[in-house]
T-cell receptor, first 114, second 115 residues
Framework: ETGVTQTPRHLVMGMTNKKSLKCEQH?????MYWYKQSAKKPLELMFV???????ENNSVPSRFSPECPNSSHLFLHLHTLQPEDSALYLC?????????????FGSGTRLTVV | QQPVQSPQAVILREGEDAVINCSSS?????VHWYRQKHGEAPVFLMI?????EQKGHDKISASFNEKKQQSSLYLTASQLSYSGTYFC????????????????FGQGTILTVHP
């Protein structure tokens, strides 16, 4: 597989559930990102990882917990979410933090919190 | 601080031209342009670095005015495949003159091309 793959594509969860989003890239990139895309709002940066180390948490509530076990995989663990957390969650990767070649995005996970 | 894009939406007929603008209130290291089709991942189009430059990509080109912290995306002789939402992503300059290494995106411009 090439590119950035996100699973699942769609997820419906209750406010008391715990679920995880997965992102995988086979591009040899060293930086990975989580973005939230809500209707009629700009893409919001959530977390940045560089060589598996978290370098940025953009004031994200603790009900979102990222994990980066290696440079190819990124997870977003979800628990006790709110309905306003419903959105498209996009994972992206880049060669490194210089961003010379831009981001490669995954197709996203469409999350609905009920 | 997110960049501001204009217009919010554009409707074209095939063969017509369009310009999408992106403006920032912060000093920029670079500007990126992406296109997202419905239900798909945003796709990287091009990057423009500080120093002011203009880049081309088939009939899609862009410019970056560093003094004004503005970028424009030019779509000429539009095709049906150009339809989608266009986002600019800006990379800010830090105190050392290099990048913060992350992108802040505008709200997007919806481009619709009709036959």
């Amino acid at each position: 597989e090439t590119g950035v793959t996100q699973t699942p594509r769609h997820l419906v969860m209750g406010m008391t559930n715990k679920k995880s989003l997965k992102c995988e890239q086979h591009l040899g990139h060293n930086a990975m990102y989580w973005y939230k895309q809500s209707a009629k709002k700009p893409l919001e940066l959530m977390f940045v990882y560089n060589f598996k180390e978290q370098t940025e948490n953009n004031s994200v509530p603790s009900r979102f917990s990222p994990e980066c076990p290696n440079s190819s995989h990124l997870f977003l663990h979800l628990h006790t979410l709110q309905p306003e957390d419903s959105a498209l969650y996009l994972c992206a990767s880049s060669q490194d933090r210089t961003l010379r070649w831009g981001y490669t995005f995954g197709s996203g996970t469409r999350l609905t919190v009920v | 601080q997110q960049p501001v894009q204009s217009p919010q939406a554009v409707i074209l007929r095939e063969g017509e031209d369009a310009v999408i603008n992106c403006s920032s209130s912060k000093a920029l290291y670079s500007v990126h342009w992406y296109r997202q089709k419905h239900g798909e991942a945003p796709v990287f189009l091009m990057i423009l670095l500080k120093g002011g430059e203009q880049k081309g990509h088939d009939k899609i080109s862009a410019s970056f005015n560093e003094k004004k912290q503005q970028s424009s995306l030019y779509l000429t002789a539009s095709q049906l495949s150009y339809s989608g939402t266009y986002f600019c992503g800006t990379e800010r300059v830090n105190a050392g003159g290099t990048s913060y290494g992350k992108l802040t995106f505008g709200q997007g411009t919806i481009l619709t091309v009709h036959p």
